[in-house]
């Protein structure tokens, strides 16, 4: 991997060399695994080049946003790539580089709105090439950002019922590389404590084996081939030619598959016929609420995943999360209903936590070290806890 020199380096670094970075024709670059590797076994864990969040960190730091502006947690994360690309570490923006090249979507996005609310400082320091730059980051992220949910609550301290929540966005190098299989042998888990993204292997993985992901997060991942492949092309422009999506054997007929995650305009519950799960329907004014049926159509997910062949990722291993947290914590193996909220949006009071004060500062000193698996940031769209 010549061509790639720094992206080489650091997927042997991230993986302490259990990884290598290839390029196989027609499929562009990927990851090898260089040993035998176990279910269960930690890949590579890489920290981000630039991490945004809906708090809007980044915007606050790169940005001189006025109160008409509406900048979403992408336009934060690209804040975030533009300060690294001004500032002073040289080898992240080779990275970068190195990342964005092969993006075919480069030169498609003209002129941004999020130039008009940048800070007069950051427009100097990129200077008069602002367009190409902001557009070849733009484009950058939209393929390679990552999207994921991370629990700000105190552990111990904290009701099991309520859990404060806020979305992250970011952008990895070594782990951009890992290629999409609607069967994938791995999935990304965020470690809140070490503020790193894990792959971790979710079979037994072969030397010299390809590793793969979902980009998908789990409704779509679930659904059948037509649509999947359908997305797949819309979001990431390619036509996937994995094992599941070229099997000519008849699919598990997936209507009668629990199915979490896929709207049914024909229910008025939460879950619907079948116990599909509707997270549009859950969402409130300060969160996400998961009534009793909700919380066990996720408890029953993992059923359905295997019937499949495939592993729970993104949102759905994130919520298996927080309902085995609540019923590990003696909640007697009742149901109850469960809110998830959003920092600063959220009114309701925890009684477990001694200060009534829940910003984020605050408690991510001390958050969980729990893990929770991201997804590519397109694929987030379908389950976006409020929007
Ligand atoms: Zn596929």
Redesign the pocket.
């Known amino acids: 991997m010549e061509r790639w020199p720094l992206l080489q380096a650091r997927v042997l670094e991230t993986s302490r060399q259990q990884l290598r970075l290839c390029q196989v024709r027609g499929h562009g670059r990927c990851l090898e695994a260089q040993v035998t590797c176990t279910l269960g076994q930690c890949l590579a864990e890489e920290s981000p080049l630039v991490l945004g969040s809906s708090d809007g960190i980044w915007l606050a730091k790169a940005c001189c946003v006025s109160e008409e502006e509406e900048l979403d947690a992408m336009d934060d994360l690209l804040a975030g790539c533009l300060c690294l690309h001004v500032g002073l570490d040289v080898e992240k923006q080779q990275l970068a580089q190195e990342l964005s090249r092969e993006s075919s979507l480069v030169g498609a996005v003209g002129q941004d709105r999020l130039s008009k609310c940048l800070s007069s400082d950051l427009l100097e320091a990129l200077g008069p090439d602002v367009a190409p730059i902001l557009s070849q980051w733009r484009a950058c992220c939209d393929v390679n950002a990552e999207t994921w949910v991370e629990t700000v609550d105190e552990s111990e301290h904290t009701c099991p019922l309520i859990r404060h929540v806020r979305f992250l966005f970011g952008l990895f190098a070594a782990l951009a590389m890992v290629e999409?299989?609607?069967?994938p042998n791995a999935r990304v888990e965020w470690d809140s404590s070490a503020q790193a993204m894990k792959l971790v292997a979710m079979s037994d993985i072969a030397c010299g084996q390809r590793i793969s992901r979902s980009y998908l997060d789990a409704g779509l991942l679930m659904a059948p081939?037509s649509i999947?492949?359908v997305v797949?092309q819309q979001d990431w422009r390619f036509e996937?030619?994995?094992l599941?999506?070229r099997c000519s054997v008849q699919e598990i007929d997936w209507t009668d598959v629990m199915m979490p995650f896929l709207p049914d305009e024909n229910s008025d519950s939460q879950t619907g016929p079948k116990g599909r799960l509707t997270l549009q329907r859950c969402a409130g004014p300060f969160g996400l609420t998961l009534d009793p049926a909700a919380v066990q159509a996720i408890r029953r997910a993992g059923a359905a995943c295997q019937a499949l062949g495939v592993p729970p990722v993104g949102t759905l291993h994130f919520l298996q999360d927080v309902v085995s947290d609540l019923l590990s914590r003696g909640s007697g193996g009742s149901l109850a209903t469960i809110t998830l909220c959003l920092p600063g949006v959220c009114e309701l009071g925890d009684p477990y936590q001694p200060e009534g004060n829940d910003t984020v500062d605050t408690v991510k000193k001390e958050c969980s070290s729990r893990s929770h698996s991201g997804t590519r940031a397109r694929s987030s769209k379908e389950n976006r806890l409020n929007e």
């Open positions: 999409h299989s609607c069967q081939t999947r492949k797949l996937c030619t994995c599941r999506c």
